[in-house]
């Protein structure tokens, strides 16, 4: 079975400090990974997404996470933190491009402080 | 970009009662409509799956008589909860898989608090 897990229930980070979400996957064959956030009361804003290709993917708002495919990785990351960052980040799973719903990890709320 | 557009986006109804949420997918036409169910400060949880013109495939522990889903048409699902309690109570999102890409969008989501 597909699965996603995000070790850290909370991360905080001071503003213009680098950030970093963890995400590992496990995945039979190849993995279709993705990064969403949410904000409160609202769904989910689409960041990136890993089909193939580049292990270094670039998304909205600055973001990035790469692909470890040895360490069944795909932490998301962003050079400098913004106040506005603060919400809360799932890394999803998916085990094929079509057809498929999405597993969701627990999600972590980045925090960023001013 | 594809928009799917859910409604209502804050629902408030007594025990026992059915609602009705909507998924409308604006601009492009969604095969497969997935929902999902999510408790505050938690994760999303998959509740069914539904094609189009077909019955909807419900994941393990859902209720298929008390959530039932119908996706009658390319472009609507709907989620109804029927005879509805307090422990339905729940942030409701659906998303549209495009039929082409497999692409996937999501609705902005519907909160519903039963009294």
């Known amino acids: 079975a597909q699965s996603v897990a995000q070790p850290e229930d909370q991360v905080n980070v001071a503003e213009g400090n680098p950030l970093t979400v963890k995400c590992t996957y496990s995945?039979?064959?190849?993995?279709?990974l993705f990064w969403y956030v949410q904000y409160p009361n609202r769904g989910l804003q689409f960041l990136l997404k890993?089909?193939?290709?580049?292990?270094l993917v670039k998304g909205s708002y600055g973001f990035e996470a790469e692909f470890n495919k040895s360490q069944t990785s795909f932490h998301l990351k962003k050079p400098s933190a913004l106040v506005s960052d603060s919400a809360l980040y799932f890394c999803?799973?998916?085990?094929?491009?079509?057809?498929?719903?999405?597993?969701f990890g627990k999600g972590t709320t980045l925090s960023v402080s001013s | 970009g594809a928009v799917v557009s859910q409604h209502p986006s804050w629902v408030i109804c007594k025990s026992g009662t059915s609602v009705k949420i909507e998924c409308r997918s604006l601009?492009?036409?969604?095969?497969?409509m997935f929902w999902y169910r999510q408790f505050p400060k938690q994760s999303l949880m998959l509740m069914a799956t539904?094609?189009?013109?077909?019955?909807?495939?419900?994941e393990q522990g859902v209720e298929k008589d008390k959530f039932l889903i119908n996706h009658a048409s390319l472009t609507l699902s709907t989620l109804t909860v029927t005879s509805a309690h307090p422990e339905d109570s729940s942030f409701y999102i659906c998303?549209?898989?495009?039929?082409?890409?497999?692409?996937?969008?999501f609705g902005e989501g519907s909160r519903l608090t039963v009294l």
């Open positions: 539904s094609n189009e013109g077909s019955k909807a495939t419900y």
């Open positions: 999803a799973v998916r085990y094929n491009q079509a057809g498929t719903a999405l597993i």
């Open positions: 601009d492009f036409q969604a095969t497969t």
């Open positions: 995945v039979s064959g190849n993995p279709y």
């Open positions: 890993y089909i193939t290709g580049d292990n």
């Open positions: 998303s549209g898989a495009e039929g082409g890409t497999g692409e996937l969008f």
